[in-house]
């Protein structure tokens, strides 16, 4: 990997260094990762994946993704609400996902305290939106150096504080940035990717919720 932070995959195309040019990974780079998301569903899922993801590796839940769509109601979060010990000892038996009972149980706290949400704002979208990060917190350069140097942000602590002062769990300041920049409330694809271009250029004709 070049200092940049950039590597070319076989097509030609230059792209951000952490898929490591695996296939699965690649797509999910090129076709999910920075472009900016308002579905309430998407963004529940997100959020909840990224705690199981705490101390393993994207790639991990990845892979296990579409099984824990399975486990968790497609992540509807009017139905995971519902889920009573029956369902808990379901997942936690459930050798397709992460079997981790203290994030299973957070999950079905989240999907409650999603709903709190909506009913406040009227949509997770138009409260995570609402804490995009203004121009000026962010770098001029997005570079290999800004990105190691910057685990969290202040936006991803503010927003990880007023999380969990509504009950949300799973959702410290290194997890919500993870899931700012996956969900495209910020463009993080390092500069020399191809995908930052096409991310900027999504998020200038986004609609804010």
């Not at 001029?140 to 509504?166: M, Y």
């Amino acid at each position: 990997m070049a200092e940049t932070g950039i590597i070319t995959g076989e097509d030609g195309k230059d792209r951000c260094f952490w898929h490591g040019n695996l296939p699965e990974y690649q797509r999910y780079h090129d076709d999910e990762w920075g472009r900016p998301v308002v579905s309430d569903i998407r963004l529940f899922e997100k959020i909840c994946l990224e705690g199981f993801q705490s101390g393993l590796s994207w790639l991990t839940i990845l892979r296990k993704r579409e099984n824990f769509r399975a486990a968790f109601a497609g992540f509807d979060f009017e139905k995971v609400a519902r889920f009573d010990d029956a369902d808990i000892e379901r997942c936690v038996t459930d050798a397709g996902i992460i079997r981790h009972r203290g994030k299973i149980v957070s999950t079905i706290n989240n999907a409650r305290r999603a709903i709190e949400m909506r009913g406040e704002f009227g949509s997770l979208a138009r409260y995570f939106w609402s804490h995009e990060p203004a121009a000026a917190e962010r770098p001029e350069i997005f570079d290999l150096a800004h990105l190691r140097a910057n685990p969290t942000t202040p936006a991803s602590v503010r927003i990880s504080k007023d999380l969990k002062k509504r009950g949300w769990t799973f959702v410290g300041p290194t997890t919500v940035y993870a899931f700012m920049q996956a969900m495209g409330l910020v463009n993080d694809h390092l500069e020399g990717c191809y995908c930052r271009k096409e991310v900027e250029a999504m998020r200038c004709e986004l609609v804010r919720p």
